[in-house]
């Protein structure tokens, strides 16, 4: 499934302190919820206990009052994209035994969604994951929406 | 035009969320203990909240580090499976290899980019036992001394390029 005979030349990229930039940024974010500058929306109240994060890009972490009105449209989107894939019950007769991503077993009655690739997993690991970087898992593929390939 | 942000099914949960990917860390080292790659010796006892791992590797038969012991370190934090775990090589002896730095730090792409939470410390493992072997000339990467002395602890902070293999 994995490559693992294809190794990389290592070369770190010390011309591109943006990019540095940013993931310190976003892991303060994440720690210390300091050093980021905080658009003018006041965050709502449930912001102090929960902090939820997004992830505009897989680098990335804000929490909601941090992002661009742009991150803003594309998380919407992904939120939408995620609910439409198809979901259900876990059945008798499944190729998928296992979700890979807390790996325990299926137990017939999960609430499973399903990939185009046919991977499936349990809704609450998956969409996890998803809101991170729009790909299966297991496979990699892009997951094939259809319409908004380029989220 | 501004968009609220409910809190939903889709945020707030992994961090509340812990037991579960104590779990998975659980079964993670059981089966790692029980069928570990070849090299590799793992203690069933990884401290109390099983985010540091402590990894000993031999190199193997018939490779450049056939019989040199190396120690791994895996940091998982509280978002592991989704983020990577942070791996470095620690001890006295680092491998000298064209993608491992002098300060323990790996060049691989599945600890970063490539990163998904189908893989395991199995599989890194399995990936850095494959990047050793695989090796046809012992050395440091061309700029291990400008990144050593200019690299965060932290090598997931690290942005890298991937080149294809050309050594
Ligand atoms: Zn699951
Ligand atoms: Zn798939």
Redesign the pocket.
């Known amino acids: 499934m994995f490559a693992f005979e294809s190794v990389f030349q290592c070369i770190f990229a010390p011309s591109s302190p943006r990019i540095w930039g940013t993931t310190e940024n976003a892991d303060n974010a994440l720690s210390t919820n300091t050093s980021v500058v905080v658009p003018s929306d006041p965050a709502p109240p449930y912001m102090e206990v929960y902090y939820p994060v997004y992830y505009p890009s897989p680098s990335i972490a804000r929490t909601g009052n941090q992002l661009t009105e742009d991150e803003q449209v594309k998380i919407a989107l992904r939120i939408g994209l995620i609910q439409n894939l198809p979901e259900g019950k876990y059945g008798d007769c499944e190729i998928n035994t296992e979700?890979v991503?807390?790996m325990?077993d299926f137990v017939v009655g999960d609430h499973v969604r399903y990939l185009p690739c046919l991977h499936t997993?349990?809704v609450?690991?998956i969409d996890d994951w998803l809101m991170r970087r729009f790909t299966c898992p297991s496979c990699m593929e892009p997951v094939d929406t259809g319409t908004f390939d380029w989220i | 035009m501004a968009l609220k942000f409910n809190r939903n099914k889709h945020n707030s949960k992994i961090i509340l969320d812990g037991e579960r990917w104590e779990r998975r860390l659980q079964k993670e080292l059981m089966s790692l203990v029980r069928e570990p790659p070849p090299g590799v010796v793992v203690d069933s006892d990884q401290g109390e909240n099983l985010s540091l791992w402590t990894i000993n590797m031999t190199g193997a038969e018939g490779t450049l580090y056939e019989g040199e012991h190396f120690t791994l370190q895996f940091k998982f934090s509280p978002k592991y499976p989704f983020d990577s775990p942070e791996v470095t090589f620690i001890g006295p002896n680092i491998p000298v290899h064209p993608h491992v730095y002098s300060n323990g730090h790996i060049c691989l792409s599945i600890l970063t980019d490539d990163w998904s939470p189908a893989l395991s410390v199995q599989t890194v493992c399995l990936s850095i036992v494959s990047m050793l072997s695989s090796c046809k000339e012992k050395k440091r990467p061309p700029d291990n001394s400008f990144y050593v002395k200019t690299c965060n602890k932290n090598p997931k902070k690290t942005k890298w390029w991937y080149h294809d293999d050309t050594v």
């Open positions: 979700c991503i807390c325990i997993y349990h609450r690991c």
